[in-house]
């Protein structure tokens, strides 16, 4: 049986600090995997969605870019798994992470939007 609890965070700013010139929001869910046999055991699945401006055309700019946008969600996973052990961890094992930057260009601001999200495991305290 799946018991979800959504943590909802008002302020994804403080993880992604000054480089983000949007944050709209993150998402974490907790749930109990049905397939473990461990006590205590949940998978943590969070995503964030948030915007970098700057240069997406040809120059030197845009891979630069796309490479800090990457690097600003691997290191929210790195603080997730800080977070959790902190907070609900014995143990922790980063599954699965994905960073998608997509070029924004011809509206407002031109930069990236970025999806990113990961999968933890953890053991409870």
């Given amino acids: 049986m799946f018991r979800k609890l959504i943590l909802a965070s008002a302020a994804p700013g403080a993880l992604i600090g000054p ?3 949007q944050a ?5 869910v907790i749930e109990r995997s049905p397939s473990a046999h461990q006590k205590g055991f949940v998978r943590v699945h969070s995503s964030i969605i948030f915007f970098v401006p700057g240069s997406t055309g040809e120059g030197e700019e845009a891979p630069a870019l796309r490479d800090r946008a990457k690097r600003i ?5 790195g603080k997730e798994c800080d977070v959790l052990r902190d907070v609900l961890a014995k143990d922790r094992r980063l599954e699965s992470i994905t960073s998608n930057p997509h070029r924004q260009t011809g509206q ?3 930069g990236y939007n970025v999806q990113g999200s ?3 495991q953890l053991t409870l305290k």
């Fill in 24 to 28: 709209e929001g993150q998402r974490i």
């Fill in 19 to 21: 480089a983000v010139g």
């Fill in 118 to 120: 990961m999968s933890l």
């Fill in 108 to 110: 407002a601001a031109e």
């Fill in 73 to 77: 969600v691997y290191e929210m996973a």
